[in-house]
């Protein structure tokens, strides 16, 4: 497990070539750019690149329920056309959609009216139609007195009423407010409606037989996330009349193969080491059993370039505690075979074999702690079996579970402390996660060595501990009585840690609590099951079989989900809290994403 050393490089050349540059530097994958100008209102302008709208022009093609025959000969295919008039045709066709269920409500509002034209005001004596809609229940409220006004329609449960009158009665005049009917006739909006459903149908038409284009476009999306990456790194680098510079970061080990690209190029390649004021990204590289640690560790946050790649710790960990809290041997076999059955679908990329590879392992430590616990699918093997044998550890054995689930905080917590403490370079680095250490040595041997030697050497240990935290809260030079005084101050505030590696350590004890509760529960799941058996004659077994396979399905769901959650956030909060100073940020070459079909 290591940090990949980095440097940084200055590509220079004429402005001419910039475009075969990029080109060249994303065939080879190896740099993450720098970005050397300010160039938000261009990128604001093309903000998600063509590649980006090929993916939404091929889903909307595919989501067609009736698809035409595809074309496989790319000759006649041309990306940006095909994509602008699919994009196009989605807007259209939802406007004509929205426009369509907008006249249906308008229609359904104004058909109880009747059909019917607004006249001129001149014509009418400068009166004006008023329309409401009145419950029956409100219609003994309608005085009619110097009002002149007509039922025009009536249902099951409203009076529409059209008021004549050349300004809005008041509020009082009517016991509901009025209703807006709009200019429109009801024919002409039927008129809307016919042109608007024609037009739906052609747009309909045109997407079927853009659909033709679906598996061209498929081959292309990667070309065109390629293009528009390229795009977008132009717009960063440095241009000044007729030189461009591009500025990257890239691995160290990788420097002669940049001067060999720059050289047929015909390009400068200019490096330099990482300077104080530096933040380069990055790069984790582990072994490949241990490659999905990265994937773990960067779910949730990436480390500092001067930090430490704590990836193996963090797999391995994460593989123990989700073991721990699933806790089953049959649980573990179960999702063993399945992911075995299912396993041709992670066999399509890098992340897909990381996560296979997890996943097993996973499902391997599930069952070997639910061995050690003699759990399987909820059942104790009987006393004296060999499985019986292999059974030990008790979950219902509080004491026992809670003093190891207690030490693995520690010891995992001290572990961290550690790791930080041999890649710090100041003084208080380097002892202050010592004396943590110390200090949570020191009270798991209190602890665990009541009547021992170690109930005495404990709180000696957690004393040197707090003592060297202390001693050591902060660099600061110490020269004159006020910063004598603020180096105190800086030790006392250091020292209030202490509650936090108490609560983490025991934040651990969820490891024993969330497997008891997932061994129980499938206890009382078999429990349930027998005595359904017995109280339903006839469909009793059906019954107890069915309450068995959505119980136990229900569990192993549970626990998945508890496994996932809980043993990484033993890793992400209380392991990173006491093991990492610094977030980083990851680095992300500039590669293409072009694949051969």
Not at 173 to 201: C, F, N, W
Not at 527 to 543: A, F, K, R, Y
Not at 560 to 567: E, K, P
Request: proline share 4%.
């Amino acid at each position: 497990m290591t940090i990949v050393p980095l440097v940084k490089v200055n590509l220079v050349g004429i402005l001419d070539d910039k475009e075969k540059v990029l080109e060249a530097a994303q065939a080879i994958g190896a740099l993450h750019l720098i970005p050397l100008t300010s160039a938000q209102k261009d990128l604001e302008a093309v903000p998600a690149g063509l590649g980006r709208e090929a993916v939404e022009a091929l889903r909307w093609l595919v989501d067609c329920s009736s698809q035409r025959r595809p074309v496989t000969d790319p000759e006649e295919f041309h990306l940006q056309d095909v994509v602008e008039k699919t994009l196009k045709n989605r807007k259209a066709l939802k406007a004509c959609q929205d426009l369509l269920a907008k006249l249906d409500r308008r229609i359904h509002d104004v058909e109880p009216w009747g059909d019917f034209n607004f006249s001129e005001l001149h014509d009418v004596g400068h009166n004006r139609l008023w329309f409401y809609v009145v419950p029956h229940g409100k219609l003994k409220l309608v005085d009619p007195t110097d009002k002149i006004l007509e039922v025009v329609h009536k249902d099951k449960y409203r009076s529409y009423i059209v008021v004549l009158s050349p300004e809005e009665p008041p509020s009082s005049a009517m016991p509901v407010p009025r209703t807006h009917v709009g200019a429109a006739s009801l024919s002409a909006l039927k008129r809307q409606y016919e042109k608007a459903a024609i037009d739906l149908e052609e747009l309909e038409l045109e997407r079927q037989l853009l659909t033709k284009w679906r598996y061209v476009l498929a081959q292309n999306l990667a070309a065109a996330r390629d293009h528009s990456a390229r795009q977008r790194a132009a717009l960063e680098t440095a241009d000044s009349e007729r030189v461009f510079i591009l500025q990257a970061w890239a691995r160290r080990d990788q420097m002669d193969e940049i001067r060999e690209l720059a050289a047929a190029l015909g390009i400068a390649a200019v490096f330099s080491d990482i300077s104080e004021g530096d933040k380069p990204p990055t790069l984790l590289e582990n072994a490949t059993p241990l490659k999905a640690g990265e994937d773990l560790v960067e779910f949730y946050q990436t480390p500092g370039y001067r930090d430490w790649d704590p990836s193996a710790i963090v797999y391995v960990s994460f593989i123990i505690f989700f073991g721990m809290i699933m806790t089953d041997a049959g649980y573990g076999l179960l999702l063993l075979a399945l992911l075995f059955l299912f396993r041709k679908r992670f066999t399509g990329s890098d992340l897909g074999r990381r996560m296979f590879r997890m996943f097993a392992w996973l499902m391997v430590s599930t069952a070997v702690f639910g061995v050690l616990t003699g759990s399987y699918f909820g059942i104790s093997p009987p006393n004296g079996s060999f499985l019986a044998h292999l059974k030990i550890l008790h979950l219902k054995d509080v004491d026992t579970m809670m003093k190891i689930t207690l030490t693995i905080g520690v010891v995992h917590i001290v572990l961290a402390n550690i790791m930080r403490a041999v890649h710090e370079k100041t003084p208080s680095g380097r002892f202050q996660p010592l004396g943590w250490s110390l200090v949570a040595l020191g009270g798991l041997a209190t602890f665990l060595g009541q009547g021992t030697v170690f109930e005495t050497g404990g709180p000696v240990s957690i004393v040197l501990g707090l003592l060297t935290v202390g001693f050591f809260g902060s660099d600061r030079k110490v020269n004159s009585v006020k910063s004598g005084g603020m180096r105190i101050f800086d030790g006392l505030a250091s020292l209030a840690r202490i509650v936090n590696i108490f609560s983490d350590v025991l934040s651990y004890m969820r490891l024993f609590a969330l497997g008891l509760a997932a061994a129980s529960l499938a206890e009382t799941i078999n429990s349930l099951s027998g005595q359904l058996q017995h109280t339903v004659p006839g469909l009793g077994l059906l019954i107890a079989i069915l309450v068995l396979a959505i119980g136990h399905a229900i569990n192993i769901g549970l626990g998945l989900i508890a496994g996932f959650v809980h043993g990484l956030r033993l890793n992400v909060i209380e392991f990173f809290n006491w093991g990492l100073k610094d977030e980083g940020k990851p680095f992300r070459p500039f590669k293409k994403e072009e694949t051969r079909l």
